[in-house]
């Protein structure tokens, strides 16, 4: 699939897709949308009404603006860097909607023990990718992956979804990648959520420069069964799929209880 991003300059992308025509600052410190942020603009384009957005680890705030430009109503766009969120701020300027976007720095799992139900989608794209990778790939700048095994962070967002979305009618918005342990993450959304599709799927390579030689975490993952990549054509594949979970499941109704009753 090809990227809806031209670079114009240094520091400065275009983007040309859903939500239309605008230019998105990059910066050094801050991460850059991947092709995982576009398979979840893809995720966001299948909901009809999106209401009131909670962007969590919105980075430089590309997902909030494409969300505001989407029709969102309102979008509260968070993240723990100061520089990601000075750059969502200037980002949502530039795109014309920060009369729709507000932006917070603060820790995503704090912010989601505050907010009670009346969240219409909640976008869960915080730290994910395991230091194993992140580091290889220079993601998550000046070397603070802050994402740990790559599921930590991810599954407290899960468990603070339910706590603010609407509990009939919201969405959480969940990209799934192979290099994280995606069965944790799927027991939990199983858990909590009754429904959910897959509205966005990519399968990426990983640089040979950085995957090769001494791949001893990664292969103890894989040997593990946290991490799934598979090898094609001299390289290291991964794939993501995004999915957009609803259906609540009000506590006590939740597969495991349902089992026992
Ligand atoms: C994958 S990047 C987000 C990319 C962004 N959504 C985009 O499409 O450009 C993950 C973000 O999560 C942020 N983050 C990490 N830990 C966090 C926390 N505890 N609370 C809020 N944000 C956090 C990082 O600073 C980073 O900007």
């Not at 400065?12 to 991947?34: C, I, K, N, Q, Y």
């Not at 339910?162 to 990648?177: H, I, M, N, S």
Request: proline letters at 5%.
């Amino acid at each position: 699939v090809a990227s809806h991003f031209a670079q114009l300059g240094p520091n400065l992308l275009r983007w040309s897709g859903p939500g239309g025509t605008f230019d998105h600052e990059v910066a050094p410190d801050v991460f850059m949308p991947s092709l995982t942020s576009e398979a979840i603009v893809e995720a966001l384009e299948t909901i009809d009404v999106l209401g009131t957005v909670v962007d969590v680890g919105c980075g430089g705030g590309f997902l909030s603006v494409v969300a505001a430009r989407l029709g969102a109503a309102r979008v509260v766009a968070i993240d723990v860097s100061v520089d990601a969120t000075q750059l969502a701020r200037r980002n949502a300027a530039r795109a014309g909607v920060a009369d729709r976007v507000s932006v917070v720095c603060a820790d995503g799992i704090e912010a989601l023990r505050q907010d009670h139900g009346a969240v219409d989608v909640l976008i869960n794209d915080i730290s994910g990718v395991p230091d194993a990778v992140a580091t290889r790939l220079g993601w998550y700048p000046g070397g603070h992956t802050s994402a740990g095994d790559g599921i930590t962070l991810p599954l407290r967002v899960i468990d603070g979804s339910a706590r603010v979305l609407r509990p009939d009618t919201g969405r959480l918005v969940q990209p799934l990648g192979s290099v994280q342990f995606t069965p944790a993450l799927r027991r939990r959304l199983d858990h909590l959520y009754s429904r959910r599709i897959a509205a966005a799927y990519r399968q990426f390579f990983l640089p040979k420069q950085q995957f090769s030689g001494d791949l001893a975490d990664i292969n103890a993952l894989r040997a593990q069964g946290r991490m799934r990549l598979w090898e094609a054509r001299g390289l290291l594949w991964w794939d993501a799929e995004v999915l957009v979970c609803s259906g609540l499941r009000r506590p006590g109704t939740g597969p495991q209880s349902s089992a026992r009753s």
